[in-house]
């Protein structure tokens, strides 16, 4: 049986400017993916689980089989490559991966994050994946996407190394992963 019920992503508390709220950092200890991929086996599995429950539809938009197969592993269902191929399906998504620059969408990014909304579920996340070194990129994606009332809810920082406590730690950062959600509130995005 599925459970139908939406969940909403999590509201961050405490402002850091006066009404805007804080958008968390966190540094996920996992490895870099391979060339031509949008991510590791171990990258998708966080993503799936961090951001979904069983019986969630994610839309897999990534290069790569590895979201694949964490959707599967994971008792989630997914439109996976044949979405890209014939649209996204008309069932409104809990998680849509990406990674950036989009290849093979002819929309610019502001029309790309119209069509997230539209396909995502009240509390829903957009996952976009960019390889770290670019400062100015990731705020361009999230301009973008506030464009169209998606929130920027969260910034992962992908390392190769988990810091440890009590030792300098220099952080091999290889992805950078935008957290992205629709609101649930009618009124749209938090940001």
């Not at 592993?73 to 191929?85: D, G, I, M, Y």
């Not at 809810?153 to 190394?161: E, F, G, R, W």
Request: aromatic share 4%; charged share 15%.
């Amino acid at each position: 049986m599925t459970d139908n019920t939406h969940h909403s992503a999590p509201v961050p508390v405490g402002d850091v400017v006066p009404g805007v709220p804080p958008v968390p950092i966190t540094v996920w200890p996992v490895p870099a993916p391979h060339l031509g991929e949008t991510m590791s086996n171990a990258m998708g599995v966080r993503l799936v689980h961090n951001l979904t429950h069983p019986g969630g539809l994610v839309i897999d938009l990534a290069d790569g089989p590895q979201l694949a197969r964490a959707i599967i592993a994971a008792s989630r269902r997914s439109h996976l490559t044949s979405a890209r191929q014939v649209g996204w399906g008309r069932e409104a998504a809990s998680l849509i991966v990406t990674g950036w620059p989009l290849f093979g969408e002819p929309a610019s990014p502001v029309e790309f994050f119209d069509r997230c909304r539209a396909k995502l579920l009240p509390g829903g996340c957009v996952a976009v994946l960019l390889a770290h070194g670019d400062l100015v990129l990731p705020v361009d994606v999230v301009i973008a996407a506030k464009k169209v009332g998606l929130g920027y809810l969260q910034h992962i920082v992908a390392a190769d190394q988990p810091p440890r406590r009590g030792t300098p730690t220099r952080l091999d950062i290889h992805t950078d992963v935008l957290i992205l959600t629709r609101s649930t509130e009618d009124g749209g995005a938090d940001g």
